[in-house]
């Protein structure tokens, strides 16, 4: 179980826990705005754009190109900006938080 | 707002849901009723013709909210339950138990199901399957592994089709696509793609028979015939339609609302009731950025109206102006499309050389961008839904040029303003 904290553009913070699945899959659970997932995690619309706190970058795995390539041109997208919907939830999240790009 | 306001929202698919927990995230504090005549809880649609058919996954992996969501957001979802009339006079709707619920806003939700042709012997086969429900490709996944030959002959070459004979031909079947047009995909895209997608299909083993009109479907004890008119016969362990859809339309056309290729919403998404929106795969809207009325079957559409219906339901003021956009996994091959070609008058190619693996096809009327496909180019993509809303100009020779990268300082034409 990991406690991953999420931030919306509007600075609502929304406490979650969760075990398996993605972090878009969580999010949307726990209805957080700005999360839709659409496309139910197949990577094809950017509708999970989260920012990664700089000090947790080294806690996932690169983006593959695909996910590259669907963020390079997206609205705010920063060096940290990742897919939720390609990240999996895993113990060592324990206490991170995300911020909602849009 | 009140506490005592009821919303009630007939669907539970992708617009259906999606209301509801919006409705909750802007403010509303009434209650949220969902009914939808499934019993299963509301699960993703667009992996029935993809992964879910070529793995042995559950339903309930593929929920568009896990059922604690529900809980949590205090909506009230009842499954396995029809709603049979609206009145709009009282402003109640009469459920299929005979109970009568009352409401202060409604939403139709209703979306489209599965059209069944006219073929001769199309009652009879017990080989039939649609795939609209996880019913229905549960049904096809199951019948699929218990048949030794696997021969499964779908009929229509688009993208319910095209999907499901890439995940049966993974599976290990025989699949044999007919279309009645000349060509795959004939409704949706250019002839490039469609050639495209025919040499995919047919590398992968997959027969496809363009121009076969199927006339009828001879049941026999071990197979089913299925006959078309230039009397070509394919014999068939399992048969798979997907010629389109109808729309679920008759509770609002009882109800005396306005029907015209689906139900007529307003860009509020709002009916000619004040009380009643409609949402999704069932409404006819007018599109800002084509100025045309369209009618789609997309869960972007679905999501996009069910926002835009729960904030003006909220009492806030929000207008559906979208693109849309659609997307399709076919082997390993992912396509992204956004904008609506229809009216084109120019397609471009944005292809490397000796690439056969990722292209993207541009479609213009004129100067103006209208659509674009793009296949395993996220890039394309995403760089042509910006282009496309911003009304922008392309520079359509480095666009063709793939020694030049895609980037929009290059590609977009700053036109001049006048004075």
């Not at chain 2, 789609?296 to 339901?313: P, T």
Request: aromatic share 6%.
């Amino acid at each position: 179980m990991a406690k991953i904290k999420f931030k919306t553009q509007e600075g609502q913070i929304i406490s979650t826990e969760g075990s398996k699945g993605s972090l878009m899959e969580l999010a949307r659970d726990n209805n957080v705005k700005g999360i839709d997932g659409d496309c139910g995690g197949v990577c094809s619309c950017a509708t999970c754009h989260v920012h990664i706190s700089a000090e947790d970058v080294d806690k996932f795995p690169a983006a593959n190109e695909i996910e590259k390539d669907m963020l390079e041109f997206e609205d705010n997208t920063t060096e940290y900006s990742r897919l939720a919907c390609q990240l999996e939830i895993k113990e060592s999240l324990d206490g991170i938080t995300l911020t909602v790009a849009n | 707002m009140k506490e005592d306001e009821i919303c009630i929202i007939i669907g539970a698919s992708h617009a259906g849901v999606n209301c509801a927990f919006t409705l909750r995230r802007e403010g509303w504090l009434g209650s949220i009723i969902i009914y939808d005549k499934d019993p299963q809880t509301p699960y993703h649609r667009p992996p029935l013709s993809k992964s879910f058919l070529t793995s042995d996954s559950d339903v309930d992996d593929h929920l568009l909210m896990s059922l604690e969501s529900y809980k949590k957001e205090n909506i009230d979802l009842r499954c396995g339950i029809t709603v049979t009339n609206i009145n709009r006079n009282d402003r109640s709707v009469i459920l299929s138990d005979g109970s009568v619920q009352s409401y202060d806003k409604l939403v139709l939700a209703t979306g489209a199901k599965a059209l069944v042709p006219d073929i001769i012997g199309i009652k009879n086969s017990s080989r039939i399957f649609y795939l609209r429900s996880a019913r229905d490709a549960n049904q096809i996944r199951k019948s699929c592994h218990s048949s030794d030959s696997k021969r499964v002959v779908i009929i229509g070459g688009g993208y319910i089709g095209l999907e499901s004979a890439a995940s049966l031909r993974q599976l290990g079947a025989e699949v044999t696509v007919l279309e009645r047009d000349h060509r795959l995909l004939s409704r949706v895209t250019a002839p490039e793609m469609s050639d495209y997608f025919l040499q995919l299909h047919t590398a992968k083993g997959v027969v496809i028979g363009l121009n076969k009109n199927v006339s009828s479907i001879e049941s026999q004890a071990d197979f089913d015939s299925v006959i078309c008119a230039d009397g070509t016969q394919y014999h068939a362990d399992l048969i798979i339609l997907g010629v389109g859809v109808t729309v679920n339309t008759s509770l609002a056309e009882e109800s005396g609302l306005q029907i015209d290729n689906g139900i007529k919403v307003d860009n509020r998404t709002q009916t000619l009731d004040e009380h009643i929106y409609a949402i999704g795969d069932c409404t006819n809207h007018f599109n800002f950025h084509y100025k045309k009325n369209i009618r789609l079957e997309s869960v972007q559409n679905a999501v996009d109206q069910a926002k835009v219906a729960a904030k003006n339901i909220c009492r806030k003021e929000a207008q559906h102006d979208t693109v849309p956009w659609f997307w399709s996994d076919q082997y390993d091959v992912k396509l992204q499309m956004v904008g609506l070609s229809s009216g084109y008058n120019e397609v471009l190619l944005r292809n490397k050389e000796n690439d056969n693996t990722s292209f993207s096809i541009w479609y213009f009327k004129d100067e103006e961008l209208l659509a674009v496909d793009a296949v395993n180019s996220p890039k394309a993509y995403v760089l042509g839904s910006k282009f496309i809303k911003g009304h922008k100009r392309i520079n359509k020779s480095i666009l063709t040029n793939t020694e030049i990268p895609l980037k929009p300082s290059l590609l977009i034409v700053i036109e001049s303003k006048r004075t």
